[in-house]
């Protein structure tokens, strides 16, 4: 299957459903019009992952895998328009790609850095009796606050939103719950998710300690190194980012 833009009309959404249908009972001619129908919509989700070190054409394959199965679980029940079904299914396909890849390389130098933050850190922490702050870290290395938080999201496991950040009464809240309304549905937790992972690493940074440490501006301008106004300025960045999406 190549990447191939398709220039067909597409299909009401009452047709892609009665093709869903006739897909789901074994007729492959009917999967297959989908797939067609539906390239333009694996496209634009492959977009949001250009310029990360991936071939445009596996990301595509991926995408479509993603198109498949979402044509193959589809509710009929649900009244959703399919695409908005198949969107999340395709995201969670390439991200799950990229996740497995594990080609994700992060250069000796940084390793290094990241060897002397955990270094200096310990004896920070020793001297000063609590955990010392960026801009301190960056000071006792000559280094800017920036590069110190570039090599510490560099050579840290990457944090899953979906980990559990503590349990009500046996029921786990994971940070995306936090960060998420209570009465968002699942397509508009699936683009908060999306949101985050494209935001750059201080932002991310920002959203960690903010929602899943449940720091205050204050402390996260502290560890940061830069004012409150600025941590401020940031978030509300974010939160308008974020429902600029979802209402999109």
């Not at 869903?20 to 074994?26: D, M, N, P, T, Y």
């Not at 310029?51 to 044509?71: A, P, T």
């Amino acid at each position: 299957m190549k990447t191939k833009m398709s220039n067909a009309t597409p299909l009401e959404d009452k047709e892609v459903k009665r093709y869903i249908a006739l897909s789901q009972e074994g007729d492959e001619e009917a999967r297959s019009l989908l797939v067609e129908k539906n390239i333009r919509l694996v496209w634009s989700v492959v977009q949001r992952f250009m310029n990360r070190g991936y071939d445009q054409d596996d990301l595509f394959q991926i995408g479509c895998i993603g198109l498949i199965k979402s044509i193959d679980k589809f509710d009929l029940a649900y009244d959703v328009k399919f695409s908005t079904y198949a969107v999340p299914m395709i995201i969670g396909e390439i991200q799950r790609f990229i996740r497995d890849d594990g080609t994700v390389k992060v250069s000796r130098s940084l390793k290094e850095v990241g060897n002397k933050i955990r270094h200096v850190t310990d004896d920070l922490t020793k001297e000063y009796s609590r955990a010392p702050t960026i801009q301190e870290i960056a000071n006792k290395l000559d280094l800017s606050p920036e590069d110190i938080i570039h090599a510490q999201e560099a050579t840290k496991k990457p944090q899953s939103i979906h980990e559990t950040v503590y349990e009500n009464d046996g029921d786990p809240i994971t940070l995306l719950d936090q960060i998420a309304d209570v009465n968002d549905n699942w397509f508009e937790k699936m683009t908060i998710e999306q949101i985050i992972n494209d935001l750059d690493q201080r932002e991310r940074l920002i959203v960690y300690l903010r929602y899943y440490k449940d720091k205050t501006q204050t402390e996260v301008a502290n560890r940061l190194g830069i004012s409150q106004v600025q941590v401020s300025r940031i978030e509300k960045k974010i939160l308008e980012k974020i429902k600029e999406e979802i209402s999109n």
